[in-house]
């Protein structure tokens, strides 16, 4: 279901003016720091706190330092009274809160703009912690979608950005991932799938939903009472190793990453506890997935760099990205080349996973090659995990756990009979195009000796040169129609047609007023591209 963008009511132009009053506050016609635009969205309220959370992992759309500013949006708002709480939940469950929970903190755990979470205890003594949806954030943000998407439209007709970037896409995403964070169904079907994924490691774990008492704006989940990541004094006095604790951590979100294709897109500390022995994964709202391709393309990524590979990473940019526009193609196996020229002298260990991914978006983004969402939201996660593991264990390296990762399983993973299978269908293909040759070279002769050969070039990188070429001709013409003006006119001066002006004959006087005008502005346009 898409908001509304045809007509504004009372409600949308009422926040609107709200919006613009915000705005003005800000005073962002001037301009946008990054720092300015946190500030500004933070006042803007939920809706586009939530786009300057997508936008935050677009780094093939935004600047790197406007990416990282907006990693830092809050996301604590003004809590919900304890009876707006009691009334969704009686609302959603048809009967008292009583008849459901034995006990609930009137005091919340968290409060976020579309969810607040509370501490209960169920009839049968189990605790369980209640996530409760604000009564009015879909209607809200639905409104806020639509008014920006009215905005977008204005863009374009105003020029400027609106041409850079596609804002009806980003608002697009925002409400895709803001609807799936608001059914709660769907995030609970997000644990049962991580719990599923990771059942086999006995290190990991996840909280378990009561699905008999969560409904899509209701969830109600196991508590789970561990140690916060970030507190590192209380897990080295409980014992635990945190070098340990950071490798495994990077080994599952590795894990995540290239084995199940299904990863946690907001890993910070607040997101994981460490209970019993176990690294408890919370909070499935925002999860990233990649296709089947997408995480094969990122096996071929991983050994493009490993190897010094250009024509191989050039190929999977190309693959994973969507481009509307002509590549330079030349141009971007340079690019990628001084990447890995950058990267190919560095140890593995000085590696940083996160800005070799930035590297690669924000060539991508240069060449106007656009990545999907999951490979946005994987950048996003491994800038985040990055950060975590380094906090808990700085000597644990993400990019080194990658390399021994897929160095553990290349061999297993291989399908040994399949391989042979597929080699022996390309020998045999090989093989029959092979005894073509000699015919398909004996019609390229006749033809080329009847004149029937014709050959197609695509000279890649020659548009600059050609649009230089198409100035300099039309400057000259230029020349030739102004000689021309002066010459027919001076021709005219010579008859004694009427009328005149200034005793020069109308026709003639109005070709050198013409001819004058075009010198000066040629002359302009010289002096212009001189000073360039």
């Keep these: 279901m898409k908001p509304n963008r045809t007509s504004l009511d009372s409600e949308s132009r009422k926040r609107l003016r709200e919006i613009l009053a915000i705005l003005i506050r800000h005073d962002v016609i001037r301009g946008l720091t ?147 964070e608001m059914d709660f169904l769907m995030e609970a079907h997000h644990a049962d799938e991580f719990s599923s994924l990771n059942q086999a490691i006995a290190y990991i774990g996840s909280p378990m939903i009561h699905h008999q008492y969560t409904t899509s704006r209701v969830l109600v989940m196991e508590y789970i009472e561990g140690i916060p990541l970030d507190h590192l004094a209380e897990l080295a006095d409980n014992g635990y190793d945190l070098g340990e604790i950071g490798s495994k951590l990077a080994e599952n979100y590795v894990k995540q990453i290239i084995d199940d294709g299904f990863f946690h897109a907001d890993p910070h500390p607040g997101n994981i506890r460490v209970r019993d022995g176990q690294i408890i994964w919370i909070d499935m709202g925002m999860m990233g997935r990649l296709s089947t391709r997408d995480q094969e393309l990122l096996r071929k990524a991983v050994y493009a760099l490993a190897t010094s590979d250009v024509d191989g990473l050039k190929d999977v940019v190309l693959s994973l990205g969507i481009h509307s526009e002509k590549i330079d193609h030349a141009k971007l196996y340079t690019d990628l080349d001084d990447l890995l020229l950058k990267y190919g002298t560095m140890a593995v260990g000085d590696m940083d996973m996160a800005r070799i991914l930035d590297d690669l978006l924000a060539i991508a983004n240069e060449h106007q090659i656009s990545m999907p969402k999951g490979i946005s939201m994987l950048s996003r996660g491994i800038m985040t995990i990055e950060g975590t593991i380094s906090m808990v264990s700085p000597s644990s390296n993400l990019v080194e756990i990658v390399k021994n990762h897929l160095s553990s399983h290349v061999l297993h993973d291989v399908d040994w009979r399949h391989e042979l299978k597929e080699s022996g269908r390309a020998l045999l293909k090989s093989s029959r195009k092979a005894l073509d040759l000699p015919s398909q070279l004996s019609d390229i002769l006749k033809m080329t000796i009847k004149g029937q050969t014709k050959v197609n070039l695509d000279l890649t990188g020659s548009e600059q040169p050609l649009h230089q070429i198409d100035h300099m001709v039309n400057k000259i013409i230029l020349c030739i129609i102004i000689a021309a003006l002066f010459v027919g006119s001076s021709l005219l001066c010579l008859t004694e047609m009427r009328p005149t002006i200034l005793e020069i004959p109308a026709i003639a006087f109005f070709g050198f007023l013409a001819a004058a005008l075009l010198s000066v502005w040629l002359f302009y346009t010289i002096v212009r591209k001189k000073k360039r």
């Design 34 to 180: 990054p720092e300015k635009l946190r500030k500004t969205i933070e006042d803007l309220g939920p809706t586009f706190v939530k786009i300057g959370q997508v936008m935050s992992m677009r780094q093939d759309m935004l600047p790197p330092e406007y990416c990282d500013e907006l990693t830092k949006l809050r996301t604590e708002v003004a809590a919900m009274s304890f009876s707006t709480v009691k009334s969704v939940i009686e609302a959603e469950y048809g009967k008292p809160v009583a008849s459901i929970f034995a006990e609930i903190d009137p005091t919340p755990l968290g409060s976020a703009s579309i969810a607040q979470v509370h501490a209960a205890v169920l009839k049968n003594s189990s605790r369980v912690v209640v996530k409760v949806q604000r009564p009015d954030i879909h209607d809200t943000m639905a409104r806020d979608i639509a008014l920006l998407h009215h905005a977008s439209g204005l863009l374009r007709l105003a020029g400027g950005i609106g041409e850079v970037l596609d804002f009806d896409a980003i608002l697009d995403e925002v409400w895709f991932v803001a609807q799936e």
